[in-house]
């Protein structure tokens, strides 16, 4: 199962349970849902998400999901999976909950390195 993967806060997760559906803060304002492979998804929470402590990370079985994948370089060479179009919950494979060490800095939730 290829995942990808989504960082969200505890509030927005909830909302999109009540809705049936997920559409993040991103979709309507740049058509897209920001996720991440494995090797980046520390490094993404690291740079805009430092010192946040009511994150989730959603495990996304990739191929479940109904929307467009693209894999695209938004800036620099790295490409970076986007979902063009809401999120359907059935493709979330596992919500794990994800707070920084003591010094604000994320490291891989055990239940994904040891998985």
């Not at 090797?39 to 946040?52: I, K, L």
């Not at 794990?96 to 010094?103: F, I, K």
Request: charged fraction near 15%; aromatic fraction near 10%; include cysteine.
């Amino acid at each position: 199962m290829p995942l990808i993967f989504h960082i969200t806060s505890a509030p927005q997760w909830e909302q999109a349970q009540l809705a049936g559906i997920y559409q993040g803060d991103t979709l309507a304002s740049e058509g897209f849902i920001h996720c991440s492979t494995l090797s980046q998804v520390v490094g993404v929470a690291n740079r805009y998400f430092a010192g946040q402590t009511d994150l989730l990370l959603l495990c996304i079985n990739s191929e479940q999901v109904q929307a467009e994948i693209k894999y695209e370089a938004l800036v620099g060479d790295e490409a970076y999976p986007h979902i063009y179009g809401p999120l359907n919950l059935d493709a979330v494979a596992q919500v794990v909950s994800w707070a920084p060490e003591p010094d604000g800095i994320f490291a891989l939730p055990d239940a994904i390195a040891n998985s």
